[in-house]
């Protein structure tokens, strides 16, 4: 066993994973983001899905615009996160298009502060998109993601696990740069799993 610690393996990671993403993002980003939508608005999940929380991608994320398009476009209900970074959460927020978003921390768009929110504790009432399509440095062929070290996914996923009641777990779906799947993660017990992963080379069932 490695004596370096699980926060120090992590903490090597996500540096050499940043560097990495950026330098995708950068020469083949729009290729590679357009093959790996093709992949999720293709699979069964997508397509049935009536209502999908997604994210606005940071720029040298795998871009997220053409997915939050066809979600509006399809008629489905799309719910994005909004930080509330003096707590340590978010919440996911439905939105009916761009005029609805601003500025918020770490360089991203956000719902408005005026729009109603649902929290982990609303999962499984209120709150219950069909699809939970996820952010991350890493993903692992087991589902496990590295996130970027805030924890605000890991608390709100948990959540909505520990909400899920007799309907069962709702698909939670890594989307990534294929560069980004590692095959195998350090993980700690709170980090949650992923069911798929999606990238521009691969679809995958966990």
């Not at 393996?9 to 050499?16: E, G, H, I, S, Y």
């Not at 899920?164 to 709702?170: V, W």
């Amino acid at each position: 066993m490695s004596a370096t610690s699980l926060p120090e393996q992590k903490k090597v990671l996500r540096a050499r994973l940043r560097r990495l993403r950026r330098e995708v993002a950068a020469t083949r980003g729009e290729e590679l983001a357009a093959r790996a939508h093709a992949h999720l608005l293709a699979s069964p999940l997508w397509r049935q899905a009536r209502s999908v929380a997604l994210y606005v991608s940071l720029p040298d994320e795998l871009d997220t615009a053409p997915l939050l398009d066809a979600a509006w476009q399809a008629g489905k209900t799309l719910y994005l996160p909004r930080v509330r970074q003096q707590y340590g959460l978010m919440d996911f927020v439905a939105v009916g298009g761009r005029d609805e978003l601003r500025p918020g921390p770490f360089q991203l768009l956000e719902p408005l502060d005026s729009l109603p929110g649902f929290g982990p504790d609303a999962a499984g009432a209120a709150f219950r998109p069909d699809i939970f399509i996820v952010p991350g440095l890493a993903f692992d062929r087991q589902g496990r993601r590295l996130g970027f070290g805030g924890g605000y996914y890991d608390r709100f996923l948990s959540g909505v696990r520990a909400q899920g009641g007799d309907a069962g777990p709702r698909p939670f779906v890594g989307l990534c740069f294929h560069c980004q799947l590692q095959d195998a993660l350090p993980a700690e017990p709170w980090d949650e799993r992923m069911t798929h992963i999606c990238t521009d080379r691969e679809w995958l069932c966990l």
